[in-house]
T-cell receptor, first 115, second 114 residues
């Protein structure tokens, strides 16, 4: 069955430090992959997505992610974290069926940023 | 363009009652999806509507239902509420003109069942 694993439930980094959030997926075909961010009390905002082509994807707010088929991974990175990046981050795989991309989400990684 | 709007933002109900949540998609978007978010189960897909037809359904009991109107606005209904239905219900809209179209999420409706 299709699934998404985010191994880190909670991560704390210092402001200005680099960040990498891990995501592994299980999917038989070429996946559609997404990273969303959720601030407290808010909905989900798309950071970036991968469908095909260049395996390094650039997103908003300075985030990027790299698709590695051999490792079934789609890790999210940011070179320098800002305090406003504190939020919960969700990796998702899109299952395209019947004209629709149903999203299967990971459990999320909560990011805390120390000043 | 205005984003996805959901009403109400907060609801408190008691067990056994029913509830209706509303979602207005981004103008021009024809697909509306619903997701349930709980601390224990995370984000789970409920169902998706396109042009007033339910195309996809998640693994939820029949107490959860929905519909979509001709203007693409959608409602979801939960009957005979249980304590476990307490959750954040998120709505997402998409043009769905291409399979690569992004889903845009609303702020959610926080449902508390007492």
């Amino acid at each position: 069955a299709q699934s998404v694993t985010q191994p880190d439930i909670h991560i704390t980094v210092s402001e200005g430090a680099s960040l990498e959030l891990r995501c592994n997926y299980s999917y038989g075909a070429t996946p559609y992959l997404f990273w969303y961010v959720q601030s407290p009390g808010q909905g989900l905002q798309l950071l970036l997505k991968y469908f095909s082509g260049d395996t390094l994807v650039q997103g908003i707010k300075g985030f990027e992610a790299e698709f590695k088929r051999s490792q079934s991974s789609f890790n999210l990175r940011k070179p320098s974290v800002h305090w406003s990046d504190a939020a919960e981050y969700f990796c998702a795989v899109g299952l395209f069926s019947g004209g629709y991309n149903k999203l299967i989400f990971g459990a999320g990684t909560r990011l805390a940023v120390h000043p | 363009k205005a984003g996805v709007t959901q009403t109400p933002r907060y609801l408190i109900k008691t067990r056994g009652q029913q509830v209706t949540l509303s979602c207005s998609p981004i103008s021009g978007h024809r697909s509306v999806s619903w997701y349930q978010q709980t601390p224990g189960q995370g984000l789970q897909f409920l169902f998706e509507y396109f042009s007033e037809t339910q195309r996809n359904k998640g693994n939820f009991p029949g107490r959860f239902s929905g519909r979509q109107f001709s203007n693409s606005r959608s409602e979801m209904n939960v009957s005979t509420l249980e304590l476990g239905d307490s959750a954040l219900y998120l709505c997402a809209s998409s043009p769905m003109e291409r399979h690569t179209d992004t889903q845009y999420f609303g702020p959610g409706t926080r449902l508390t069942v007492l």
